[in-house]
């Protein structure tokens, strides 16, 4: 099954929730003939005070109905996204494309800037993952990409904000998870898509089927894991030099 991915430029990484132009916008999306669409805004939580707001992707299917819908859980508290709520978990949802489900999870922004988000999206069966952003994609968060896609055996689409806005340098891409090929020598480079820093609307083309194949037989992801092992992983104590006074647990 191949299916293509259409990139749109994501929701700036405002608080404010109004309705204005930093509230609503596209992330990549699953086009072709029957695909879904990825919605980024501020959901504000039932009953809370004014302005916890989360900072919210929505993915709706083919039909225009709502697949999965995701809060950032790595809130940028030492910036504006302070007066944000946290999200609470991952997800992962079967979405229902004209060609086949896929199952499609998600982490925004500053997200990918911790493995254990992918990792977790990777052990609850994604197979692509989603990511709008709005940072500048240097040559460091890259290669968070590249390595998440590689250890986790995953398809990545991130969508950036162009070169227009502050901050930010589009760069979008998509790697599809495919380090080693059956009848290829050694390793291939897994980003098929790296978009330029002009606004612009890109299309790739996964190869699910192929993907599959690779995970069901390559060592990564949770093929060789010991997480007996790990536990100080889930250790909620912080010591020196990472304490700062404006975390929240």
């Not at 009848?183 to 002009?198: F, K």
């Not at 060592?219 to 912080?238: D, Q, S």
Request: glycine share 12%; hydrophobic share 30%; proline share 8%.
């Amino acid at each position: 099954m191949e299916q293509r991915l259409q990139h749109l430029w994501p929701p700036a990484g405002g608080v404010d929730g109004g309705g204005g132009p930093r509230r609503r916008g596209l992330c990549p999306r699953l086009s072709g003939p029957g695909g879904g669409a990825g919605h980024g805004h501020r959901r504000h939580l039932p009953g809370g005070p004014p302005g916890r707001a989360r900072n919210t992707l929505t993915l709706l299917d083919r039909f225009g109905r709502e697949a999965l819908t995701y809060a950032k859980v790595h809130t940028c508290d030492f910036g504006e996204e302070r007066y944000l709520t946290p999200g609470d978990d991952f997800y992962v949802a079967e979405l229902d494309t004209a060609r086949g489900p896929v199952r499609v999870g998600a982490m925004i922004c500053y997200d990918r800037e911790f493995p254990e988000s992918a990792r977790i999206l990777m052990l609850k069966g994604a197979e692509l993952i989603l990511v709008p952003n709005a940072c500048p994609m240097e040559i460091n968060r890259l290669a968070q990409l590249w390595g998440r896609a590689f250890e986790n055996m995953t398809a990545i689409a991130t969508c950036n904000y162009p070169d227009t806005v502050p901050d930010c340098n589009g760069r979008s891409t998509v790697f599809d998870g495919v380090a080693y090929l059956p009848d290829g020598e050694g390793s291939r480079d897994t980003c098929i898509l790296r978009a330029g820093g002009e606004e612009e609307i890109c299309l790739a083309a996964l190869d699910l089927e192929r993907l599959r194949a690779y995970r069901a037989s390559e060592v990564h992801g949770n093929a060789y894991r010991r997480p007996g092992r790990y536990g100080l992983l889930t250790e909620r104590k912080i010591e020196p030099p990472f304490v700062r006074p404006d975390y929240r647990p």
